[in-house]
């Protein structure tokens, strides 16, 4: 256990990292960024002067690493640079928070992780960090809802039936032949995972709806947890939403128990109706803050409580495996038209 001042660097200065250097910045001054990397040496300039950090080119990444006494490399760049990326920082020996997609396949992520094994590693899954989520866990947890029966989840986007679609924000996402499971299915796939406990078998109906890009961009999934209990998510980027920001819950959800119901709305507030009582919205008022309630601050805040005590992560590479195979699963049952256990 250490009580110093946790230093990093971050790797990677794209659209994401803006909300990454915002949750580092408000850790301070127990964590400190002090170098910000990337290919394109203006971009990581820029951010490196909003942190007070220098911006550097990849080449130099094990030399600022040794040279500023580095705790920890957090990764925010696409999944083809993880694997590389994680061994040069991994044998300077700082511990690594990587961002998913953690690889370009199962196996390439299977691979990241067994070359982690003598690294404090991480993977950067912010969607059960949402407050909303955290808040519905401690229902389920203390026994407010009863046993667990349903899980629905209905998201709708929007971002993603423009001819330019993804191209101001995230333009690779057009070319991946696997889109909506690999890059946004496996959030939902690892909250059920956080909400439900493990996933004993998957079916899934795939589509593509926008013809400009490459893979699908809509989902219908169904899970069956080991409990019997069951999750399904109604998902699609190209339709859009009524509510004014998609990208605050991404969603609606409902959670069905034994002893009541709870409902995520689109604004982020909770209702819980119990058996034959009134629906109450719970006193709840999550973040306006940061990404989608404040859950990359609260994912650092994990990420770094357990750098300083030993704990273990909850993302960490071995668990996040599981989330990737439900993903690997969801294509098996779309080519095969059956349900695949898990």
Not at 40 to 57: D, I, P, R, T, Y
Not at 99 to 121: H, N, S
Not at 202 to 212: E, F, M, Q
Request: glycine content about 8%.
């Amino acid at each position: 256990m250490t009580d110093k001042p946790l230093r990093g660097v971050m790797i990677g200065a794209g659209y994401f990292s803006q909300f990454h250097a915002d949750a580092w910045r408000r850790l301070a001054p127990d964590v400190s960024i002090v170098g910000v990397c990337d290919q394109k040496e203006a971009a990581a300039s820029v951010l490196a002067g909003e942190l007070g950090a220098q911006g550097f080119a990849p080449d130099d990444l094990e030399a600022v690493i040794a040279d500023n006494a580095i705790d920890f490399v957090d990764i925010a760049t696409p999944p083809p640079t993880h694997r590389d990326l994680c061994r040069r920082v991994a044998a300077t020996g700082a511990a690594i928070l990587c961002q998913k997609p953690l690889g370009t396949d199962y196996a390439d992520a299977e691979a990241i992780v067994a070359e982690m094994a003598d690294t404090r590693f991480m993977v950067h899954e912010n969607w059960r960090w949402q407050p909303w989520h955290r808040k519905a866990k401690a229902l389920l947890d203390e026994g407010t809802l009863g046993d667990l029966h349903a899980i629905t989840f209905h998201a709708r986007l929007g971002d993603g039936w423009q001819e330019d679609a993804y191209l101001a924000r995230q333009p690779y996402f057009r070319t991946y032949p696997r889109l909506f499971m690999y890059e946004t299915g496996v959030h939902f796939l690892d909250l059920f995972r956080f909400l439900g406990g493990d996933i004993a078998s998957i079916t899934a109906h795939l589509s593509k709806r926008n013809r400009d890009i490459a893979g699908e961009d809509a989902a219908l999934v169904l899970c069956r947890f080991a409990s019997g209990a069951s999750a399904m998510l109604d998902a699609s980027r190209y339709n859009e939403p009524e509510h004014e920001d998609a990208r605050y819950t991404f969603g609606t959800m409902r959670i069905d128990g034994s002893k009541g119901h709870l409902r995520l709305e689109a604004d982020g507030s909770l209702h819980l109706k119990l058996l034959g009582g009134p629906v109450r919205r719970l006193d709840f008022a999550p973040s306006r803050q940061g990404f989608a309630g404040d859950s990359v601050f609260a994912t650092f805040q994990h990420f770094a409580g357990c750098l300083r005590s030993g704990a273990p992560f909850e993302t960490s590479g071995a668990q996040y495996l599981k989330t990737l195979a439900l993903v690997e699963a969801a294509y098996r049952a779309e080519q095969t038209g059956q349900t695949i256990c898990v």
